[in-house]
Antibody, heavy 115, light 112 residues
Framework: QVQLQQSGTELVKPASSVKISCKASGYTFTSNYMHWIRQQPGNGLEWIGW????????KYNQKFDGKATLTADKSSSTAYMQVSSLTSEDSAVYFC????????WGQGVMVTVSS | DIVLTQAPLSVSVTPGESASISCRSSKSLLSSKGITSLYWYLQRPGKSPQLLIY???NLASGVPDRFSSSGSETDFALKISKVETEDVGVYYCGHRLEYPYTFGAGTKLELK
């Protein structure tokens, strides 16, 4: 069955970076877009961007261009998102979601930015 | 950016009754391919969102047929008939018509 397993909770300092992962299983990783979505505390959903693991192509929400960097490792069927220059505004849960419909989601990674 | 406005922000429903949630788009979501790019998701408390409806009216795999969706190019409605305990959570509409993809603010469904 399709599963997206994300890495664990992160507590990071302001101005630093964090890299979170999303390991896919149960389907052909290289043939499906992987999207990333942010949910700030008590707020709704924001689309960050996608990566197509088959060729590494990416597309970002302009709001996150330069803030988030998406990569993928075909050998381990794992997608990554690095978020840089962290501020308190980046404290959120970050989800990965499969394909154009977001038909499967990871369990989310809570990132807390605090000194 | 396309703005999706959901109403109401919260709804309280007696189990077994029906509920309806509205989603209004600032732009037509009908694509040049004739597909209406409107999706519905449910986020249960403490869980990840799950896909309920894709392309305005198609039920996602495993979703009970108590859920249905309809609409025009800019106005959409999710209907839940015979609400059950497991339907509690926040419902989001979202689109894929153009970048950036956006979501509505969410509608919280509670039981009376």
């Amino acid at each position: 069955q399709v599963q997206l397993q994300q890495s664990g909770t992160e507590l990071v300092k302001p101005a630093s970076s964090v890299k979170i992962s999303c390991k896919a299983s149960g389907y052909t990783f290289t043939s499906n877009y992987m999207h990333w979505i942010r949910q700030q505390p008590g707020n709704g959903l924001e689309w960050i961007g996608w990566i197509y693991p088959g060729n590494g192509n990416t597309k970002y929400n302009q709001k996150f261009d330069g803030k988030a960097t998406l990569t993928a490792d075909k050998s381990s069927s794992t997608a990554y998102m690095q978020v840089s220059s962290l501020t308190s505004e980046d404290s959120a849960v970050y989800f990965c979601g499969r394909g154009g419909y977001f038909d499967y989601w990871g369990q989310g990674v809570m990132v807390t930015v605090s000194s | 950016d396309i703005v999706l406005t959901q109403a109401p922000l919260s709804v309280s429903v007696t189990p077994g009754e029906s509920a309806s949630i509205s989603c209004r788009s600032s732009k037509s979501l009908l694509s040049s391919k004739g597909i209406t790019s409107l999706y519905w998701y449910l986020q249960r408390p403490g869980k990840s969102p799950q896909l309920l409806i894709y392309q305005m009216s198609n039920l996602a795999s495993g979703v009970p047929d108590r859920f249905s969706s309809s609409g025009s190019e800019t106005d959409f409605a999710l209907k839940i008939s015979k609400v059950e305990t497991e339907d509690v959570g926040v419902y989001y509409c979202g689109h894929r018509l153009e970048y950036p993809y956006t979501f509505g603010a969410g509608t919280k469904l509670e039981l009376k």
